[in-house]
């Protein structure tokens, strides 16, 4: 084993260089001291051997000649000696036999055997293991293999291409695309733009708005002739956010601009033609307020109910709740909106919930969407949305939504008004809490807020110093005289320049109180609407205010009909709108005070209202007076004629003639039962109310809202009477809180639906159009309150509230245990209805699946 260790002599020639003969005898130096190590760890293994000679080689430092080597004898036995210095075998006591033998003391004087010598580190030579000798090389097993597969598949090209399909599919990702290949999306609007997808046919397009056609690969930007520049901007940063994202599945690297008459366009290549409905053309003012009829908003509740959030009207991204699922219901748009922190339970319940929408009539959608009979059109989408991935489409439903919130949804409690509709909603008051609460409602007197300071009917401290008048003239803004006369069909924008006086001011320099002083001069713009003006004359007079408007004063919109109380005092009384300057005109008589009062004219087939004051010039002038009207309205009349009657060629009170109601046969007039005050409007939502207010309200006010007020479900209390008026079938909750509202009152209470209101009814508005709607009148006369809510909570037997065809219209189908009888509760609950409800929600949700009640 040791005959690899023998050293090598490093002869050294005489004609070699002094320096290489130095390193040899250096290298021959550390030779032979490795050799004297191993020589003595060969006398420590050699113990283990006999005890015999072995004749090692030892290389002597004085001898440098390899061939010269001494053979030093080895005594085995001396080393056995040194290993096991103990040479006495140990004594061993009976006391270690009994019990258990103690091993360290057989050699109490032993030492540790052979140290272990440190293992020296080797280096893995990977080129010897790794040689082609012992193993084969990737790209020679690779190339193996492809020669099987080749060899296997050569007669059969069909499977390679099968194989290679199946690899190239699996490395992709496969996207459904939810949207149709062609949208046709609307954007129409005079304040606030809709945004709506319309059916995809070429008879879609017209000149009231801008279109958007959307496609996989081509985009077109369609403007009419008749669109508002607002429309045309909300049309291209939708387009510009589809070309820059790529939204809506669609990859075009520009939108196309069309113009003119769609069939004679680009447009007749990529949209097929459909059934023609002219009622979608005409111009209708307000058409955003039109279509938001169609927008209805559910919200999950429990995991298992669905509740109405939202009715007709426009969206707010503060809606959007992280923790809560939400169904949005656009009439050709169906949306499950999912919060990032919302349950399983409650998306699973959307989006049944969603499939069921899809079968359901939408209102107003001839109009809108160009469909027949109100009815779903089957191009309709509806589809699943969630936080922080919403498109375009969806989100330019938002009136308040920017580019910075478009991926973060603004949190409920930012908003302290959203919070409390938040508590009400998930408290869910009773309809006794409810109709407390707007009893204790106090009437608010109209207040106008200018830089900071809050205006008042009085006018109290104020001090005007000009009025200037300008009226709108194709698209600009001329002067004109002022004039207590506007006209139906006109646009005027009033100048109101003024000061505030301050009473108790002390002066720095002189240190004396002044009783009272005046403040800087002061300007704001009143711009009025006439009735019988379009959009686009609303829009360009509110732009050229700018241009007499040198120093950023504040604009505020006034409507006809709704003219605020400080823009009425402006007049001292004297205010009149017309519709022309037809002679033989007829003027009703508005307004709550002397300040306030104006004369606006109605038209001569509008049946004349018993609690109201008209001024007629037909034949003669005269001063018609209702049997019901107060002392301070005729009051009013007299003395408007007296101090302004120059304006209708009056010169003096006695030309006058006051008639009566009745005097005259041939007037027709209408009452409306129970009025003794000015009517008070309460609009009721699932859980929820909300009180209007008009600009000009008083109690001695004649008329106050319009016909435009009515929407969703509205309480109109008038003093002696109650009415609640729906524009769907009033739900049983809605009944419950008129008829708490009205207990302990004298009067009649009636319930009236959209289509059936009766001439007492329409008395409380000055003017009465019938609804554009085919709204069928079921009935003649109004329904009793009481009566209709006790046929709601009459009791069913359980097989006509499972089978859910005979049940009166308007039922709460969520809450059928409700109509059980005391008997059959128990028999189909096991357990009281007190008991039932003081039970989870969940286990109530549970208990009603079981028995075919939900």
Known sequence: MFSNNKVKSGIVQENEDPRRQKNELFKENRRENKSADAEEVIGRESSILNSQLIELPIISSSNKNPSSVALKPTNIALGLENFFKCSEAPSYSPDHMDGDIDLDSIFPCSSNVLPRLPTPFCKTNHSKRNTPNSRISQDDLFESQSKYVKSKYSENNNVVEELNFARSALKTKQIECPFPEVMVIQFRGSKKVDVRLVAPFLNSINDHGCFVIVTRNELYQYEGDKSNILERNTAVRFCTSIVSKSELFCYAKK???????????????????????????????????????????????????????????????????????????????????????????????????????????????????????????????????????????????????????????IPVKASPSRKIFEKRAIVKDSPEELATRMLAEEPSAPVLTLENHEFKRDLKDVVTEDVS?????????????????????????????????????????TGEVEERTTGRTRIAFFYWLGSRTTPKQHGLCALRIRDIDKDKSPHIRVEQGNEHSVFLALFNGSFVTKFNDEPKARFVLLGGTQTEAFLSQVEHEEPLRSHAVYLDLSSHVSGIAGSKCSAAHIRFLLTFIDTHGKFFGINNLSEVEINVEGDDKKLKWIDSEGRKKAPSFYRIFENDFEQLHHPHTHNDCAFTFSQNSLRDCVLVDIGGALWLWSEQPATTFALKVAQKYWAGRRGPSFLVQKGDEPNGFKALFVHWQDWEENVQNNSSSPKSLSSVLADRLRTFNVKELRERKELPEGMDLRRLEEYLSEDDFFKVFHMDREEFFSLPQWKQIELRKQVGLF
């Not at 003012?285 to 959030?309: H, I, K, M, P, T």
């Not at 109100?374 to 938002?398: E, I």
């Not at 709108?472 to 924008?493: A, G, H, Q, R």
């Not at 009033?494 to 002390?506: C, D, E, F, N, T």
């Open 255 to 409: 939108a196309t601009i069309v113009t003119g008459d769609p069939l004679n366009s680009i447009l007749v290549s990529a949209l097929e033609p459909g059934e023609d409905f002219p009622e979608r053309f005409q111009s209708v003012d307000g058409f955003e307020n039109v279509a938001s009829e169609c927008n209805v908003v559910y919200r999950v509740v429990g995991g298992a109910q669905v509740e109405v959030l939202l009715y007709g009207r426009r969206l707010s991204i503060s809606l959007l709740n992280p923790d809560e699922v939400f169904v949005f219901d656009f009439g050709s748009e169906i949306y499950v909106w999912t919060g990032k922190n919302s349950r399983n339970q409650d998306k699973l319940t959307a989006t049944d919930f969603s499939r069921q929408l899809l079968g359901k009539n939408v209102s107003n959608a001839r109009l809108v969407f160009g469909v027949p009979d109100n009815q779903r059109p089957k191009w309709a989408l509806s589809r699943r949305v969630y936080q922080n991935a919403q498109d375009p489409l969806f989100t330019f439903k938002f009136d308040d939504w920017k580019e910075n919130v478009s991926k973060k949804c």
């Open 469 to 509: 008048l300008w009226h709108l003239v194709d698209e600009n803004l001329e002067p004109i005289d002022f004039s207590n006369v506007f006209y139906s069909t006109k646009c005027y924008v009033l100048r109101w320049k003024y000061r505030i006086q301050v009473s108790g001011v002390r002066r720095m320099k």
